[in-house]
């Protein structure tokens, strides 16, 4: 009987016009050339039996076919006019109309003026409600079928299972009932949006709940979609992805609008293919953007559309709505043979979608707003229960949506759903999360020219384990020089509300020689420097003891006080002065990190910054002192700027170093230039290293040294994004680095080194998300006065995740 129902199974296919996304009525639907009828005055055909490809036919549209991947369809038909026509020559010739990217240009030139953060001050709301649900025309076919699917499980003679699979087996069937009645996933949230020139942005986040989850997901509640940005369809850096068409013009509440027509480049096949993929309707007047429509390749993929309102002489985002297929249930129904003999399963498939509405209302501007109104995070959460967003909810929740809070927070606690989220959004920080410990991945894997590979383990104790103190610990091992390392510390914070804690710790472990200072540096920062040292072997043991304390002094600007006593040891041929091969150092440091444009929200395990803002400085002073035991009186100082600006030529990103180093100290603490080569000359498949935040590609490692120094780091991204073997974009940054010093008392330090007074220099290009795989190449050549004659020896390659970003 079951498969009886999948071969007669009802299908239901919905026909509307692309434009205007009405039903269109008296649409002859075809299988294989087989009319199965036509739609009916609200656009719809229901027909028995299976069909994948469909044919849609009307004498006023042109002819669209689709791909049938469940029991649901929607096929959107363009009008047959003159302008259709002209368009589709266009599109035979993979060209844009010159007219639409005039259009698109002055949307771009004038967006910063027709956003609402050219206002003096606003403050708006706003209701956002993300679910995860089945294609809701396909509920009442999955009720029946999950109905008979079961029952004929019933009649089948069980095989012996295990504990593990007799589990699985009732977990599956709990699920497939739930969702007779219940939504997989539902995320509610109430917010307030301010705004003001003289205080910057703040978001309150006034109450949420999430389905199965005791705790919001706090990383995550930052996430944001075309709020204030502006949106890739119509950025003119994604030219190279999509083909724009001016199509029309069209009145929205009494407002002249241009028509776009989009589509993404690679959908070239108009057969299997949506011809277009949206709509883009832009204000005649204003060249502000009111709505944008974008349709998946496949019309059962899913849409999103986003609509603007004018409000105060600007621009500000009224309503989101998304529906995004995330992939298939699969039921085997029955074993056939095909008409070579070949044994086939037939299966069933239901899709699951996201569905997305963000609505956002109760405009105001100009706002009297006080410092008060600001103080804190830019994020701060109020409330997280849930227990007020019917004051906020514009529609009341429909039962469907009332028992997913009922039945899936019931299934979030028996499979503790809570522990399982906390593994995902902590490796957002670059930990793995296993209950009350927090392992550190970066510590996992290292190599570097002294200790070779480094295999090693961090591990934290979380908010879980106590709220105010955090204990932590590693331990590391290297193969070449055959030593165990490790460390302790404990974290105490003073509060909860804000990052401000002290900080104990001690080490036994190697530092290599002239590193730059990282300290209050981003995780993506950290993860692209792990690098620095790979081909550096002038390595000094340290056994040191820190006591420090770090706060967030405002949302801006955080200070770090750290006092440090440590033991050194060279571990290469090097002596200093008259001075045995170990030293005793003491010393104070100041750490300051001002990031003006970040944005930050407080949660349980700390302090995270989900969006960095530019420009950022990060600023060190160390003095080392003659107390304690400390041999050395010194002052060190360094300096690092970065910098991202956006012009209409691309995106030119700027990072400017710089230290300083005075008095009498051995090596350690002056500065190594960056190098990464292990040496000159060497063949060319040895010159490929992984990228580092501030190193050279060409400059030999721990070669040369400065006590006194300033490097640029300049990259220029093309406004030209494209796609080469597969869906991601790719594009192309053009490199120029130089770096310059001197150093005063080279004959202090015995070793063979040199200092770095001659402009040292190279140039390159990376091409991002090479062939679609999700790293960056970079190609860099030597030039200026440390140049070799030979062209190959000035050649240097550098490998980078692409997620990782500037």
């Known amino acids: 009987m079951l498969a009886f129902s999948v071969f007669h199974a009802q299908q239901k296919i919905t026909v509307a016009d692309e434009y205007s996304q009405l039903p269109v009525s008296g649409a002859s639907v075809l299988c294989q050339g087989k009319l199965l009828g036509k739609t009916n005055t609200l656009g719809v055909l229901e027909f028995e039996g299976t069909c994948r490809e469909i044919t849609v036919r009307h004498e006023e549209y042109q002819e669209e076919r689709t791909t049938m991947t469940e029991d649901h369809a929607e096929v959107f038909l363009m009008k047959k006019n003159r302008m259709a026509s002209e368009i589709e020559e266009v599109v035979i010739n993979d060209k844009s109309d010159p007219n639409a990217l005039s259009i698109l240009k002055k949307v771009n030139q004038r967006f910063q003026e027709n956003s609402p953060l050219s206002l003096p001050s606003y403050r708006f709301s706003s209701f956002q409600k993300l679910a995860v649900d089945l294609d809701k025309d396909s ?109 029309d013009s069209i009145d929205i509440d009494g407002r002249e609008n241009y028509v776009i027509l989009f589509r993404e480049k690679s959908d070239k096949n108009a057969q299997k293919r949506r011809r277009f993929n949206g709509y883009i309707y832009i204000d005649r007047d204003s060249y502000a953007i009111k709505k944008i429509e974008r349709n998946a390749t496949k019309a059962t993929e899913g849409s999103i559309s986003s609509t603007w309102i004018p409000m105060y002489g600007k621009w500000f985002l009224k309503e989101e709505k998304m529906k995004i297929n995330l992939g298939y249930q699969r039921y085997d129904i029955a074993k056939i043979q095909d008409e070579n003999g070949k044994e086939k399963t037939l299966r069933k498939r239901f899709g699951n979608y996201a569905y997305l509405h963000n609505e956002y209302f109760d405009f105001e501007s100009p706002v009297e707003f006080r410092s008060g109104d600001f103080a804190g995070y830019t994020y701060s959460v109020q409330n997280s229960d849930g227990t007020s967003l019917d004051e906020f909810r ?109 900080r104990i710790e001690y080490m036994d472990d190697v530092i290599s020689t002239g590193k730059f200072n990282q300290y209050l540096w981003t995780t993506n920062m950290r993860i692209q420097n792990a690098g620095v040292d790979v081909n550096n072997g002038r390595y000094f043991s340290s056994k040191q003891f820190r006591l420090s304390y770090e706060n967030d002094l405002t949302n801006a600007l955080t200070m770090r006080i750290t006092a440090r006593k440590q033991e050194l040891e060279s571990k290469f041929e090097y002596q200093y002065l008259n001075y045995p091969n170990h030293f005793q150092d003491f010393g104070s440091i100041l750490t300051l990190k001002y990031s003006p444009f970040s944005k930050n929200i407080m949660t349980p395990a700390g302090k995270y910054t989900y969006e960095q803002g530019y420009p950022e400085v990060y600023f060190n002073y160390e003095k080392g002192m003659k107390l304690l035991g400390g041999e050395f009186d010194y002052h060190r100082l360094d300096l690092l700027y970065l910098q991202i600006i956006k012009t209409t030529l691309g995106t030119t990103g700027t990072r400017i170093y710089a230290g300083l180093q005075e008095g ?60 080469f073997l597969g869906k991601k974009s790719s594009s192309i940054d053009i490199l120029y680095k130089g770096i310059i010093g001197d150093f005063k008392n080279m004959s202090d330090h015995q070793f063979e080194f040199e200092k770095l007074d001659r402009l040292y220099q190279e140039i390159g290009f990376e091409y991002n998300n090479i062939f679609n795989t999700g790293f960056n190449l970079g190609f860099f050549y030597r030039i200026g006065h440390y140049a070799h004659p030979k062209f190959i020896d000035n050649i240097g390659f550098q490998i980078k995740l692409q997620m990782l970003g500037f």
Request: no cysteine.
């Open 664 to 723: 009498k100290v051995p090596i350690y603490n002056t500065f190594e230039m960056g190098g990464l080569d292990h040496f000159e000359h060497q063949k060319l498949i040895n010159r490929v290293n992984f990228t580092t935040y501030l190193g050279f590609a060409t400059m030999p490692s721990a070669k040369y040294f400065n006590d006194r120094f300033v490097g640029y780091y300049l990259t220029h991204r093309l406004p030209w994004n494209f796609r």
């Open 394 to 502: 514009r529609d009341p929740l429909s039962e469907r949506e009332m028992n997913t809070y009922v039945k899936i927070d019931s299934i979030g606690q028996k499979f503790k759903i809570d522990r399982r989220v906390a593994i995902v959004t902590n490796l957002l920080r670059g930990y793995l999360r296993l209950g009350k410990v927090d392992l550190d991945i970066i510590r996992l894997f290292s190599f570097n020219n002294y200790e070779g590979v480094r295999l090693g383990a961090g591990a934290k104790l979380n908010e879980h384990f106590h709220k105010y103190i955090s204990p932590e610990g590693y331990f590391a091992y290297g193969f070449k020089d055959r030593k165990w390392k490790f460390g302790i510390a404990t974290d105490i914070r003073t509060t909860l509300k804000k990052n401000s804690l002290f």
């Open 139 to 247: 509920l009442d076919i999955y009720n029946k079928f999950i109905t008979a699917y079961q029952d004929s499980l019933k009649m089948k003679e069980i095989p012996v299972q295990t504990e593990k699979q007799k589990k699985d087996s009732l977990m599956e069937v709990q699920f497939q009932n739930v969702l007779k009645e219940s939504q997989m996933f539902m995320w509610e949230r109430a917010m307030q949006h301010l705004y003001s020139k003289k205080y910057g942005e703040k978001v309150n986040l006034l109450d949420n709940r999430i389905s199965g989850l005791q705790q919001p997901i706090y990383e995550l509640i930052t996430l944001r979609s075309h709020l204030n940005k502006i949106p890739k369809e119509v950025n003119t850096d994604n030219e190279g992805l999509y083909r724009y068409y001016l199509t």
